[in-house]
Nanobody
Framework: QVQLVESGGGLVQPGGSLRLSCAAS????????MSWYRQTPGNEREWVAS????????RVAFRLRARFSMTRDDAGNTVHLQMNALQLDDTAVYYC???????????WGQGTQVTVSS
């Protein structure tokens, strides 16, 4: 059974930082493209960042790349999203996504809430 478990969300003041983690199990992690998305109420899920299966190709949404970065740790079957200089409009539920190579399947975590507020 595939499980993606996000952690690290919470309440932070504007300008602060958070590091989200996603621990994966039940799949061949080293052969997955891993991504982060976020969603606010009433809006579609927004792509934030992705890392390919090798870890060498990391992409972050253009308007976020000055503040957000993504890494993967294949030894720990984990990906991280480092978020710096957080802004009010970064408030959202952040979801982890896994897409195995050469498969139409994709998997989602349950999400972790990030709230940026003074």
């Amino acid at each position: 059974q595939v499980q993606l478990v996000e952690s690290g969300g919470g309440l932070v003041q504007p300008g602060g930082s958070l590091r989200l983690s996603c621990a994966a199990s039940g799949l061949d992690f080293s052969r997955c493209v891993m991504s982060w998305y976020r969603q606010t109420p009433g809006n579609e899920r927004e792509w934030v960042a992705s890392v390919d299966s090798t870890g060498s190709d990391i992409r972050v949404a253009f308007r976020l790349r000055a503040r957000f970065s993504m890494t993967r740790d294949d030894a720990g079957n984990t990906v991280h999203l480092q978020m710096n200089a957080l802004q009010l409009d970064d408030t959202a539920v952040y979801y982890c996504n896994a897409q195995p190579l050469f498969s139409s399947a994709e998997y989602w975590g349950q999400g972790t809430q990030v709230t940026v507020s003074s």
